[in-house]
């Protein structure tokens, strides 16, 4: 059996993380910048629950944020994407350059990257395993520091740096999953109808984008994360 030291509690996960030095180096860097862009939207970092939305074609990624206790989230920051490899569409085989399209996670947080810090992305996700090349989907795909993609998103060691605590924040605070939608483009109407007017052929795509579009719009008017569902066929159920 496992007894604790009276007094003696199991650290952090902020704690956990300051074990590293990059990480040390991002919190003496950007700490005072995110507690301050945190309390100017009135959110407690000890509250703090984020989501992530990318957008391939505008090359930003939006961080919305909101405490435990409400409803809706507040976009916080835009991090501008340095580099994106490869075109929109979902990347459905290893080695073809594509940044992923759809509903995912951060799976992992990375302090030895060779870019720097990394956050992975669950890629390949349900609907990947099931639309993409059986056997050849490969993995490892995260949005990191540097200036360079292959299949990533890459962002710069300073932006890196700022989004890392702010995602530590959140898990140190209790969230246990970082949401991530990636997006081939803002999915506003006049840039859905382009992409299905122009893509018309690639009817995997369109099928991917007609749910993503479902999210988008759900949240534009909501503040609030849909629920996903990953069905036999790859589609999705957005609720």
């Not at 030895?112 to 795909?141: E, F, H, T, W």
């Not at 999953?177 to 009817?203: C, H, M, R, V, W």
Request: glycine share 6%; charged share 25%; hydrophobic share 35%.
């Amino acid at each position: 059996m496992l007894f604790l030291s009276p007094g003696k509690l199991s650290p952090s996960f902020r704690e956990e993380q300051m074990n590293f030095t990059r990480v040390r180096e991002a919190y003496t860097d950007k700490e005072k910048t995110v507690i301050k862009n945190l309390t100017a939207h009135a959110i407690a970092r000890d509250s703090l629950r984020v989501y992530l939305r990318a957008f391939k074609t505008e090359k930003k990624i939006e961080l919305w944020a909101k405490n435990i206790s409400d409803s809706a989230f507040m976009m916080i920051k835009e991090f501008p994407i340095c580099h994106i490899s490869g075109y929109i569409g979902p990347k459905r085989r290893y080695r073809d350059q594509q940044v992923p399209e759809g509903f995912y996670h951060i799976s992992g947080l990375n302090p030895y990257s060779k870019y720097y810090l990394s956050m992975q992305i669950n890629y390949p996700n349900a609907s990947d395993s099931i639309r993409g090349v059986p056997g050849r989907l490969g993995n490892y795909i995260f949005i990191h520091g540097e200036c360079v993609s292959s299949g990533c998103i890459a962002i710069t060691n300073e932006r890196i740096k700022e989004l890392f605590v702010y995602c530590i924040e959140a898990y140190n605070s209790g969230q246990e999953e970082i949401g991530l939608t990636i997006f081939p483009a803002q999915l506003t109407d006049t840039n859905y109808s382009f992409l299905t007017t122009n893509f018309s052929k690639y009817k995997d795509d369109i099928s991917l984008w007609a749910d993503l579009k479902k999210s988008y719009d759900f949240f534009e008017k909501t503040k609030v994360p849909p629920i996903v569902k990953f069905l036999p066929d790859g589609t999705h159920d957005v609720n």
